[in-house]
């Protein structure tokens, strides 16, 4: 089975906060936790690519040219970077999903399904909408039956995105959310009780990717970014 990768940049030792949710990461998968000996910007054959919020180089989240924009960038699985001053609690035990309920994305819902699997939590699936081009510059506002129709649609849209993997993981208990805030405030609303955040990486937009970089910018949870 793969390896999780305990990445880190050479300069600094990661902080206890990250070896540990490493090492629990990896005794939950079954399989081995390595640390490479030398630096490793690119670290291949890993089902989890582990690394600190500064990615241990000093630079800011997903800063160009930081090591965690680098694995970002350029990991085919699960990049999780853990802050040092990790929040731990039974209040913070459920994983929370940012979901794009009109183009989801498998590798995210799939990382998220089985990552609320492995810790026997709750998956906190979001999705972020607004309201239809030039509906908020009506004179007189939105009537609560159109609001209420495009709340009801959005609903649908994620009731059928999370199905198949409903499906597929039947132990896991979902609560489906909707909410009319931009996926970076969504997100930042939702995390405050989880222990770990997934968002979704697609290289052709940057809605997710500003999503990441505000949570890590408060993070007190780990945050799993899965390229699509």
């Known amino acids: 089975m793969e390896p999780v990768i305990l990445a880190r940049s050479g300069r600094s030792t990661p902080g206890r906060a990250v070896i540990d949710w490493a090492a629990h990461e990896a005794q939950m998968r079954g399989v081995v936790l390595r640390v490479p000996h030398s630096p490793s910007r690119e670290p291949v054959g890993a089902s989890v690519i582990v690394c600190g919020v500064r990615g241990d180089d000093d630079a800011p989240p997903l800063r160009p040219g930081s090591l965690s924009a680098t694995l970002v960038g350029t990991a085919h699985g699960p990049v999780v970077l853990v802050p040092d001053l990790l929040a731990t609690s039974r209040r913070r035990a459920g994983v929370t999903l940012g979901v794009d309920a009109r183009a989801p994305s498998d590798a ?15 998956l906190h ?21 159109d609001r209420a129709a495009w709340e009801d649609h959005e609903v649908q849209l994620l009731g059928d995105a999370l199905r198949p993997w409903r499906e597929k993981f039947p132990d896991v208990r979902v609560l489906e959310d909707v909410r009319l805030l931009s996926p970076t405030e969504a997100l930042l609303h939702c995390s405050e009780h989880a222990a770990l955040v997934v968002v979704p990486h697609d290289s052709g937009t940057t809605v997710w990717k500003e999503a990441a970089r ?4 408060r993070a007190t949870c780990a945050v799993a970014v899965v390229p699509s």
Not at 214 to 217: D, K, T, Y
Request: hydrophobic share 55%; no cysteine.
């Open 125 to 145: 699936a979001v999705h972020a909408w607004a309201l239809p081009a030039g509906a908020a510059e009506r004179p007189f506002g939105v009537p609560e039956r």
């Open 214 to 217: 505000a949570l890590l910018r």
């Open 108 to 122: 995210a819902l799939g990382f998220a399904f089985e990552s609320a699997r492995l810790r026997g939590v709750r």
